[in-house]
C-alpha cells in the first residue's frame, strides 16, 4: 500500500534534503555531458547514450539541472527539467547512479527540483515502466490524462 499524496510545496521542499556527505548543485549551462551519459549510463536509464552529439545537446537544452554530487564531488544524481517557473515543469531525466541508489536521493532531487521551481509550478514527470510503482511511494499522484507523438529515433 502507497503512503497518501504529498501534497503543497512545503511538503516537498521539506524533502529537499541529501545524505550526509552530499550536496545540491544547479548545473544547467555547466553540467559535463560526459558525466550525465555515465550516471544515466549506469543508472540503467533509456536514453540516447552512444550518440555523445545528442547527449550534450540534451544538456544544453534544459533549463533546469539539479545534481546530487559526493564529498568527493563526483556527480550521483541528476534531475534534468524544461520549466517557465511560473505555471509548469516537465522533469525529463531522473537518473541516480547503482551505488547511490536507496539513499533518497531520487527523492531528494524531485523535491529540490520542485522547491526551486515554487508553490505556483506543477511538476509532471513521465516514468519509465519499471519505476512506476516507486513514484507513488513518495506520494506522487497518478495522471493517466496525457497524449504523446512519439520521436522517430
Known amino acids: 500500500m502507497n503512503p497518501p499524496l504529498l501534497a503543497g510545496h512545503a511538503a ?3 524533502l529537499a534534503t541529501l545524505p550526509a556527505g552530499h550536496r545540491f548543485a544547479r ?7 560526459v558525466e550525465f551519459t555515465r550516471v544515466v549510463r549506469a543508472s540503467g536509464l533509456v536514453r540516447p547514450v552512444d550518440d555523445a552529439a545528442r547527449m ?3 544538456v544544453a537544452g534544459a533549463n533546469l539541472i539539479v545534481t ?3 564529498a568527493a564531488g563526483v ?4 534531475a534534468r527539467s524544461f520549466t517557465d517557473f511560473a505555471y509548469g515543469c516537465y522533469l525529463s531525466d531522473l537518473c541516480v547512479d547503482p551505488a547511490g541508489q536507496g539513499l533518497g536521493i531520487g527523492r531528494a532531487l524531485i523535491a529540490e527540483t520542485k ?5 505556483g509550478c506543477m511538476l509532471l514527470l513521465l516514468s519509465a515502466p519499471d519505476p512506476m510503482t516507486w513514484y507513488p511511494k513518495l506520494g506522487m499522484e497518478k495522471v493517466e490524462n496525457g497524449f504523446i507523438i512519439r520521436r522517430d529515433g
Not at 548545473?27 to 555531458?33: A, C, H, N, S, T
Open 12 to 14: 516537498w521542499a521539506a
Open 27 to 33: 548545473e544547467e549551462g555547466r553540467l559535463d555531458p
Open 56 to 58: 550534450a545537446a540534451m
Open 68 to 70: 546530487a554530487r559526493d
Open 75 to 78: 556527480l550521483v544524481g541528476v
Open 115 to 119: 522547491r526551486i521551481i515554487g508553490p
